[in-house]
C-alpha cells in the first residue's frame, strides 16, 4: 500500500517536462522510500523480513553481476585466443538487446500469469513514463562512436587504465545527479578503489598512458563522464517508479537500445552485412558471449534497482580482479606484484564502503 | 607533580627483573599518563595548554623526522651520483653514533644549567634502568648481519621491496608488545600504506620478488620482525619513564650503540681501517650524511617518546614520496604511473588514521 501511494504520487510529477525536475524529484521520492521502509520495519515482524528480502536480493543481483561480468571477461579471452573477431559486433550488440527484451518478455508472461496484470506491471506506457529510457541508450552510442577517436590519442593497453576514471566519475555523477551522500570514509574507499583496479592493471607499458596529450586526457575524461552519466541516469529512470515492475521499464530501456544499435549497424556494418550476411563469422563462443551479456546486462538494470551505481562499481571491478585469479587457472596467467598489491587496495575499499556507511 | 607521581610509581616496579612484565606494566603507565594528562585538561586552562604544547611537540618532531628522512635519502642519491661508497660503512655508523651522544650531552648542559640537576635529568643510572638500553642495539647489529646473507636469496631492488614488510611487522608488534590498540579504519589505513609505498616503488623488474625462495621469504620476514621488534621495544624503554628527560635515555642508548658499532668495525672492517686509516674515503657528503643520519636518529627518538611508532613509519614513509617529488627537481627524476598511485594509496591511508582515531 506505501508503494502504490508513492507511485500515485509520483504519476502527479509527470507534468514537469524538465529531465533536471525529474531528477531532482527523484530525490525527494527515494528519501519518501526510504522512510516507507523504515516506516516498515519499525511495524514490527512484517517490515523485518521486508528488510531481510530486501537485502537477500540486493545480494543475489550483486553476486550475479559480478559472476556474468567475470564470466564475461574470461570469454572474451577466450575468444580472442579462438581467434580474431570475425563476426560484426554491431550485429552482436543488436542481437543482445534483442535477447534481453525477449528475456523481460518472457518473465512479463510468468509474472502476468501469476499475479494477472496490474498498473504495475502492464505494458503499455505514457510519454510521460516512456520519454526518458532512450537517453541512456543515446549515450552509450555516443560514447562508443567517441571510441574511435580516442585511439588516435591513447594506445589499447592506455585506455583500460584510462577507463578507471568511469569510477570516480560515477561517483561524482551519483553525487551531484542522485544526491545521493557517501559518507567520508566511502569517499576514501571509492578513491581506492579507483587507485586499485588501475594498480592491478599495471604493467611494463602502462607509464606511457601518462604522455597521453591533452585533447586524449579531454575525451577520456568526457567518455569517463558519458558512461557515468548513462549509468547514474538509467538508475534515476529506474528508481523514479520504485513499484512499477522492472521487467517492464528494462523491456522499454531495451527497446531503444534494439534501436539505436539497428542505426550503428547501417552506419558501421551497412556493407559487410549487405555481402556476408547478418550472422557472418558467428561461431559457438559467440553465440555464448551474446547470451552471457544478455544476462549481465539484465544484472546490471537489477542491480540499478535494487541497489545503485555504486554496487554496480564495486562488482564490476571485483570481476576484474576474480577474472584474473580464474585466468590463472583456466590460461596459465601470470599475476604480476602489481596484481597482488591492487587487489589488496580494492579488499580494503570495499570494506572500508561498507564500515563507513552513514548511520 | 603529575608526572612526578607517575615517576614514583614506576621506581616501585624496578624491582620486577623480567623484561615481558616490564613491557607489561608499560601498558598499564601509559593508561596513568594518558588519564592523569585528561585530568589535567579537564582541571580548565592550564590543563588544556599542557594539551596544546604536546601536540604542539609530536608535530614538530614528526616534521623534523620526515624533513631528515627525506633529505637522508637525497644524500645518498647524490652520494651514489658522485661515486661509489669509499669509505667503510661502519665507522661512519659509529661516528653517527658519537654524534648523538655528543648532542645528547649537550642539550643535557643546558638544561642542568637553565633547571639545575633533577632526579629526572641526571645522567647517573640503575642496572634497573639501564639494562635493557643494549636490547635494540643488538637487535638492530643482529639485523644488519642478516642483511649480508639475504642477498644470496634477493636482489636489491626486491629487497626494497620486502622491506616495507617491517610497515605490518611494526603494526602487529606494537599491538602485541606495547598493548596499545589501532581502530579497525586504522588497521585498514596500516594494510594501505604498505601496500602504496609497495606500489610506488614498482618498475619493470620487481615481478621478479615475487620468484623469492622460501629461505628467502623466511629471512625477509626475520628481519622485519627484528626491526619492527628493535622499534617497537625502544618506544617501550623511552615510555617507560615518561617523566625521565629524553636526552638521558637517548645517552644511554646511544652508548650501546656506539660498542654495538665499535663490534662491527672490528668484524667487517678490521683490516681496511688498520691498512687505509679510520677517515679514509671520507668527503664532505659522508660528513653532510653523518650529520643528517645522527639528527635523524635523535628525530626517531623524540617521536618514539612524544608520539609513537606508527606515527614513526607514516612519517618516514611520506618522506619516501618527499624524497621522489623533490628528485625530479634535483636529477630528472620521472615519477612512473605507479608513484602517483602508491602515492594517492598512502595520502588516503594517512587520511584514515587520523580519520580512524578510537574515542
Redesign the interface.
Known amino acids: 500500500m506505501e508503494y502504490r501511494k508513492i507511485k500515485d504520487d509520483d504519476d502527479e510529477v509527470q507534468e514537469d517536462n524538465d529531465v533536471a525536475s525529474d531528477l531532482e524529484s527523484l530525490k525527494g521520492k527515494s528519501h519518501t522510500v526510504a522512510s516507507s521502509n523504515i516506516a516498515l520495519a519499525t511495524l514490527g515482524g512484517g517490515g523485518g523480513s521486508t528488510e531481510r528480502i530486501n537485502w537477500k536480493r540486493k545480494g543475489v543481483v550483486t553476486c550475479a553481476l559480478t559472476i556474468l561480468t567475470s564470466s564475461q571477461a574470461i570469454l572474451i579471452v577466450w575468444s580472442k585466443r579462438a581467434g580474431k573477431y570475425e563476426y560484426s559486433v554491431t550485429t552482436a550488440n543488436f542481437l543482445v538487446e534483442t535477447l534481453k527484451c525477449a528475456l523481460s518478455l518472457l518473465a512479463l508472461t510468468r509474472i502476468w500469469k501469476n499475479d494477472g496484470v496490474t498498473d504495475d506491471n502492464r505494458l503499455s506506457t505514457t510519454y510521460d513514463e516512456v520519454k526518458v529510457f532512450p537517453i541512456p541508450a543515446a549515450l552509450y552510442l555516443f560514447k562508443n562512436l567517441l571510441q574511435y577517436y580516442i585511439f588516435a590519442y591513447v594506445d589499447a593497453p592506455g585506455y583500460q587504465?584510462l577507463k578507471n576514471l568511469n569510477i570516480i566519475s560515477t561517483g561524482v555523477l551519483y553525487r551531484i545527479i542522485l544526491k545521493k551522500k557517501l559518507s567520508?570514509?566511502q569517499w576514501?574507499g571509492f578513491?581506492?578503489l579507483c587507485?586499485?583496479c588501475?594498480?592491478a592493471q599495471?604493467n611494463?607499458n602502462?607509464?606511457r598512458?601518462?604522455q597521453t596529450s591533452l585533447p586524449g586526457w579531454i575525451m577520456a575524461i568526457i567518455m569517463a563522464l558519458l558512461s557515468g552519466f548513462a549509468g547514474v541516469y538509467t538508475e534515476a529512470i529506474i528508481k523514479k517508479r520504485p513499484s512499477r515492475n522492472i521487467n517492464v521499464q528494462n523491456f522499454w530501456l531495451y527497446v531503444f537500445g534494439m534501436a539505436f544499435n539497428a542505426v550503428a549497424i547501417v552506419i558501421q556494418d551497412f556493407d559487410a552485412v549487405a555481402t556476408k550476411g547478418f550472422f557472418h563469422g558467428y561461431s559457438f563462443i559467440t553465440v555464448l558471449m551474446i547470451l552471457n551479456h544478455a544476462l549481465s546486462g539484465i544484472a546490471v538494470s537489477m542491480v540499478m534497482k535494487y541497489a545503485d551505481n555504486i554496487v554496480k562499481v564495486y562488482s564490476t571491478s571485483v570481476a576484474m580482479l576474480l577474472t584474473a585469479v580464474v585466468s590463472v587457472f583456466l590460461f596459465n596467467f601470470h599475476l604480476?606484484?602489481?596484481f597482488f598489491?591492487?587487489s589488496?587496495?580494492v579488499s580494503?575499499s570495499v570494506?572500508?564502503h561498507s564500515?563507513?556507511k552513514l548511520r
Open positions: 587504465i567520508e570514509i576514501a578513491i581506492l587507485c586499485g588501475t594498480t599495471l611494463s602502462s607509464d598512458v601518462l604480476s606484484l602489481a598489491l591492487g589488496t587496495v580494503v570494506y572500508l564500515a563507513g
